[in-house]
């Protein structure tokens, strides 16, 4: 079941081709490149480092990883909701069917943008590999956390879809993709250290810079994640399965 409904969404998402599918998984890359372009033309310091690309995109791919698997998965129930009316497919099928395809898209996604960084003479390489692609894992895991609690809130109010949108961006922007929160006064960043984006970004440039000089509450990262996840899987079970 879980095969037929990966397929399925791979194959409409932007039509029936395998095109389409390159369309996803290039969006989020155009998405980052967009971003860093503008940083890099005009010649906005990294304040780490010696590339520009390469800190603003290790920022960006952690941030979107997660916002973009917490945003389709909800979007996979409002969109694919009539299939739950044949009854071989459960709601949690599209579900952990969509969480599986934006695992694979981003990953994909992950690959292009350190190919297109090696191309332009960057290299993409962590000094740490064992904890950048932790931190990438984290980012996975808090966007399933997230997105299941966001699959919960739509089934009462469908207006968050949007919302969320507003949301994502005020993270994005707080998350510290374009500069490091750690130079900020203490007593903000503290408060800003709440945010778990901030986390997983310094988790990943971590991996990059490991003088970087941070200390990531691991720990926190991966209960708040389990946390969102168990709510999420309440939600669907006691209060979305009611209302469908």
């Known amino acids: 079941m879980l095969h037929a409904l990966m397929l399925r969404d791979m194959r409409t998402r932007f039509g029936g081709s395998h095109l389409g599918y390159a369309v996803v998984v290039l969006w989020p890359v155009v998405h980052v490149f967009i971003l860093v372009s503008v940083y890099v033309f005009r010649k906005v310091p990294a304040p780490i480092g010696d590339s520009r690309a390469l800190f603003f995109a290790s920022g960006c ?5 997660f916002q973009y698997i917490s945003r389709e998965v909800m979007k996979a129930v409002m969109m694919n909701r009539p299939l739950t009316y044949y009854p071989q497919v459960k709601l949690i099928d599209v579900v952990f069917a969509r969480i599986i395809v934006e ?7 992950l690959l292009t943008v350190m190919a297109i960084l090696a191309a332009f003479g960057v290299n993409p390489f962590p000094a740490d590999p064992i904890t950048a692609i932790s931190g990438y894992c984290a980012a996975i895991l808090l966007g399933i ?5 966001n699959i919960g809130i739509i089934s009462f109010f469908p207006a968050w879809l949007m919302g969320y949108q507003l949301f994502s961006i005020v993270m994005y922007i707080a998350s510290g993709t374009m500069f490091l929160p750690s130079y900020l006064p203490k007593e903000l960043y503290e408060i800003m250290k709440y945010n778990p984006a901030v986390q997983i970004v310094e988790w990943v440039r971590l991996g990059y810079y490991p003088n970087l000089g941070v200390k990531v509450d691991y720990m926190y990262v991966i209960l708040f994640s389990l946390t969102s996840l168990t ?4 939600l669907e079970r006691y209060v979305v399965r009611q209302r469908t």
Do not use: N
């Open 231 to 234: 709510l999420g899987l309440l």
């Open 61 to 65: 791919v952690t941030v979107l990883i």
């Open 103 to 109: 695992i694979v898209t981003g990953f994909l996604g």
């Open 145 to 149: 956390g997230i997105g299941t609690v």
